[in-house]
């Protein structure tokens, strides 16, 4: 029985093609790079898990591990994802400068891959270390760098979000209350036509204050800014 010649496809028996398509299946799943990118995406959603629960060493280091990783398979997603979860953690102790490198960094690799989205998150990320920073100058600059781009992708929560965090900028930090109701009036129109009755509420609430009150140096703390 000769054997048989398979070389065109099309012309194969149909077991030859079964046997070539797991064949080659099995080879994928098998080589360095799948297995990298697949222990990244577990180590980042453990990182991610123990970051939830506030156990922020354990988490920086799944992120680390996972981020070499990323790196090594070339998974530029994965390594953005975990540039920007260690960004937090930095800033989350006063490491500002330390976690404005890597989210532009991120910024540069979601640009790249299209996710309009995801730049909008590490880029108030970027401002919202200028606000910790008390750099109130850099920090309104970043915020209008990001509403821009929340315009220009038309992402309307994250334009919403944005107005709102500048509100909250120009209201409790900076004492410029005709350019805050400004903001909130706009955020609150856009978060009304998304009918986000949350953060309608949260905004309502804001400007009904700014309207009532009486002595502007008589102000209700510092709220925190909405994530994205």
Known sequence: ??????????????????????????????????????????????????????????ATVRFEKS?????????PVGVAHNLNEMAIIHTSKGRYKKARKLLFEAVNIYKEAGMDPEVSKSLNNIALTYVREYDLTKAVNRYEELLKWDRETNNLLGTAITLYNMGLLYDHYLGKYEEAQRSYLEALKIFTRLEDKRYIQTVDKKILRLMQEQNPENQIGRPKTIGK
Not at 67 to 75: E, I, K, Q
């Open 67 to 75: 981020l070499s990783l990323a790196r090594a398979a070339g998974f």
């Open 1 to 58: 029985m000769k054997p048989v010649l398979c070389l065109p496809t099309s012309v194969c028996p149909p077991f030859i093609k079964v046997v070539i398509l797991i064949a080659l299946i099995i080879s994928i799943s098998c080589s360095p790079g799948f297995v990298q990118t697949r222990r990244a995406k577990h180590l980042y959603k453990e990182g991610q898990i123990l970051l939830s629960q506030g156990k922020r060493e354990e």
